[in-house]
């Protein structure tokens, strides 16, 4: 089966610094992955899907972005955090249409 | 825009009960509609999916419905367990998105 692998756990970082979430999939090939984040008392928002290497779809414009330079690696990225970037980040695999997603253990991050 | 409504933030309910979680959807594309279960800083867990072609499905103590003229799934957990205390997400796809409620938390009482 399937083992979505996200790292760091908790993260606190100050307003301004750049920010690199790591996500790698293992037991399944050219899976779908997606990056979602929670926000305290809501729900999860997509941020971003990729259907492939290379291919990145973006859902909200913000100073996020995200990268696959691998068929299971999805990075999630920014230049200069924002206070409004604070929130869980989980990273999640499919193996397509009507596949459900599987989630990653998340990555708690406090922007300060 | 929230496509995915889960008007319920809570729901209390005695072990051994029925818990009801309600979801409604305004997407008429959507074909594809699961629930999760979260516990705190963890991933949600897939439960159950059900597909627009079907108006029920089971699994063990879990059963989604769906009402697609009313736009409308939900969840049946029967019997209640206090391992069932979590919060619970449904959500709804189109092609590859998943497109998610805010979250029911349940909470199940001895």
């Known amino acids: 089966s399937q083992t979505i692998h996200q790292w760091p756990a908790t993260l606190v970082q100050p307003v301004g610094s750049p920010l690199s979430l790591e996500c790698t999939v293992e037991?399944?090939?050219?899976?779908?992955l997606y990056w979602y984040r929670q926000a305290a008392g809501r729900g999860l928002q997509l941020l971003f899907y990729?259907?492939?290497?290379?291919?990145i779809s973006s859902e909200v414009p913000q100073n996020l972005s995200a990268s696959r330079p691998q068929d299971r690696q999805f990075i999630l990225s920014s230049k200069k955090l924002l206070l409004s970037d604070s929130g869980f980040y989980l990273c999640?695999?499919?193996?397509?249409?009507?596949?459900?997603?599987?989630f990653g253990n998340g990555t708690r991050l406090t922007v300060t | 825009d929230q496509q995915v409504k889960q008007n319920s933030p809570s729901l209390s309910v005695q072990e051994g009960r029925i818990s009801i979680l309600n979801c409604d959807y305004t997407?008429?594309?959507?074909?594809?509609f699961l629930w999760y279960k979260k516990y705190p800083a963890e991933g949600p867990t897939f439960l159950i999916s059900?597909?627009?072609?079907?108006d029920k499905n089971e699994d063990g103590r879990f059963t989604v419905f769906l009402n697609k003229s009313a736009k409308h799934l939900s969840l049946h957990i029967v019997p209640s367990q206090p391992g069932d205390s979590a919060v619970y997400f449904c959500?709804?796809?189109?092609?590859?998105?998943?497109?998610f409620g805010a979250g029911t938390t349940v909470t199940v009482r001895a």
């Open positions: 999640a695999q499919s193996g397509g249409t009507h596949s459900p997603l599987h």
């Open positions: 037991g399944t090939s050219n899976p779908n």
């Open positions: 990729s259907v492939g290497i290379g291919q």
């Open positions: 997407n008429s594309m959507f074909d594809y």
């Open positions: 059900i597909s627009s072609i079907k």
């Open positions: 959500a709804a796809a189109n092609d590859y998105k998943l497109s």
